[in-house]
């Protein structure tokens, strides 16, 4: 499987780009956020890819970070969710987006993204409500793709996460950066994290993220 591509991009579409790896052309297909992020033609690039084989089509995805990629592989394990929604999702929330809406519960966040209606995104919701906070907690060592090298095949390597881990000093601080990286507060983020802490001992670090999330939901 093609996981990692870099080159140049000979041009770029609404859904799609080429890129130029000495002479070959891959047409990569991404979300509208992740073609917003990346540079022009003639422009060196480099992403992480997953490769839809079918009976009928070979067609290649690119993300811009690890956690896109990872997100693209979960939303598309679900039932009736396919690439293109699953592209839909990431483009309208980005990964750290769509970990916290699924976090939360909250299925509207994932219906705004166009074509996808409100059984698909409760399903998603529901289906992944577990897997979230393990993507969050790993999210800060999951880099960009870089590079300026020929396409290659690398392999899928699993990142290892705390959430076998029961809570400590490190799974508080994994809990932490994962809640810094959605753009919360440190004061605040420290808080809700104590608090999760304190009211559930035996926590995991998914389960921690997940609770000080709650705690740090706007009241209404």
Known sequence: MIGKIAGRIDYKSTDHL?????????LVYCSERTLASLPGPGEAVALFTDLLVRED?????????????????????????????????????????????????????????????????QRVVLDLKDKAPGIMAMSGGLTAATGDVPAEVIEPTM???????PVTASSQADALSALANLGYAPGDAAGAVAQAAGENPDAQTPALIRAALKLLAPKN
């Not at 080429?18 to 891959?26: T, W």
């Not at 483009?91 to 698909?120: E, F, M, Q």
């Not at 990142?159 to 881990?165: C, F, K, L, N």
């Open 159 to 165: 990142v290892q996460t705390a959430s076998a881990a």
């Open 18 to 26: 080429l890129v130029d790896v000495r002479g070959v052309g891959y």
């Open 57 to 121: 089509v070979l067609q290649l995805f690119g993300f811009a970070t690890l956690a896109e990629k990872e997100w693209h592989r979960l939303l598309t394990s679900v039932q009736g969710v396919g690439a293109k929604a699953s592209l839909a999702i990431l483009g309208t929330l980005g990964p750290d987006g769509v970990s916290r809406a699924i976090a939360l519960g909250d299925w509207n966040a994932v219906k705004a993204a166009k074509g996808v209606g409100p059984k698909i995104a």
